[in-house]
C-alpha cells in the first residue's frame, strides 16, 4: 500500500514538472485586467449606490434636499479617494 501511495506520488511529481516546463503559463494579461477592473467595478457599484441612495432621499424628504446634496457631494469625494486608494494599491500589489 506504501509502496503504490509513493509511486503515485513520484509520478505525480514527474508529470507536474514536466507539463510545467512544456507549458509556458503567462499571466501578464490577467493582471493587467485586474489592475483596472477591480478599481473601476468598485467604483461604479459605489457611484450607482450613491446615486439610488440620493434619488430615493429627494424622492422621500424634499424638504431637506440641501442636507442630502450635501451629504451626497461629501460621499462622492470620498468615493473618488477610495478609488484612488484602491487604484493606486493594485498598481503597487500587481
Known sequence: MKKTCFLF???LLFTGSV????VNLDLSPVKTQLRTFIPDAMGVI???ALVGWTAFNLIKNWDNRQEIMTTFLWSLIGILMAYGIV???MNALL
Not at 507539463?19 to 512544456?22: M, V
Open 9 to 11: 506520488a513520484a509520478m
Open 19 to 22: 507539463c510545467g516546463q512544456s
Open 46 to 48: 459605489c457611484l450607482v
Open 87 to 89: 487604484y493606486v494599491a
